[in-house]
């Protein structure tokens, strides 16, 4: 198994620039997770699914954050505009349905926004 | 509701020296329990966890904690440090519903001086 695939793996852009990461969990995990990680924050996050459907996405920062998961072998989480303050590295993360396993975290995404 | 301390955010040891790194977390369930380690510039991996049955729980890279229920505590430790395990770690409990999400401590940053 290849693992949880992020995309890009680095990403500069300019204020005000749409962005939008990629992920591609492992094969039959029912869970996505997206997570942002500082330095001054922590490993925080953000959203997550169950099937497809968003479950919790009380830790989206603000309304320029969205993500979707079209089907069960991907997902995005776009900002729009973006900011300095949103440079991160952002992690996908899935994992099976069961309680006991663990969730499977991919490469992330260095997002540097100047 | 959950949650999760990791004492101290930097932990620095020489090398062969015994690695002990904090966690103690709230739960009003059984927790399920995790810690994962983070390499620089890598995403999350899992180095051991715990569910249900023997309280002694061994992971990869000689890696070991306890889970002791009257100390609400899941220490990691690991008997002689090698220059490898510099790294940072979280500890992590899973919420009491289904859903796959868990919470993080801060991490714990693990310095090994030659």
């Known amino acids: 198994d290849a693992g949880v695939i992020q995309s890009p793996r680095h990403e500069v852009t300019e204020m005000g620039q749409e962005v939008t990461l990629r992920c591609k969990p492992i094969s039959g995990h029912d869970y996505l997770f997206w997570y942002r990680q500082t330095m001054m924050r922590g490993l925080e996050l953000l959203i997550y699914f169950n099937n497809n459907v968003p479950i919790d996405d009380s830790g989206m920062p603000e309304d320029r954050f969205s993500a979707k998961m079209p089907n069960a072998s991907f997902s995005t989480l776009k900002i729009q505009p973006s900011e300095p303050r949103d440079s991160a590295v952002y992690f996908c993360?899935?994992?099976?349905?069961?309680?006991?396993?663990?969730?499977?975290f991919g490469p992330g995404t260095r997002l540097t926004v100047l | 509701a959950q949650s999760v301390t990791q004492l101290g955010s930097h932990v620095s040891v020489s090398e062969g020296a015994l690695v002990l790194l904090r966690c103690n977390y709230s739960s009003s369930v059984p927790p399920y329990l995790f810690w994962y380690v983070q390499y620089p510039n890598q995403g999350l991996q899992l180095l051991l966890k715990y569910t249900t049955g023997a309280t002694l729980v061994k992971g990869i890279n000689g890696f070991e904690a306890e889970f002791k229920k009257s100390e609400t505590s899941f220490h990691l430790t690991k008997p002689s440090a090698h220059m490898s395990d510099a790294a940072e770690y979280f500890c992590a409990v899973s919420l009491s519903s289904n859903t796959g999400k868990l919470i993080f401590g801060q991490g714990t940053t693990l310095q090994v001086k030659p």
């Open positions: 993360a899935s994992k099976p349905g069961q309680r006991n396993n663990e969730q499977f």
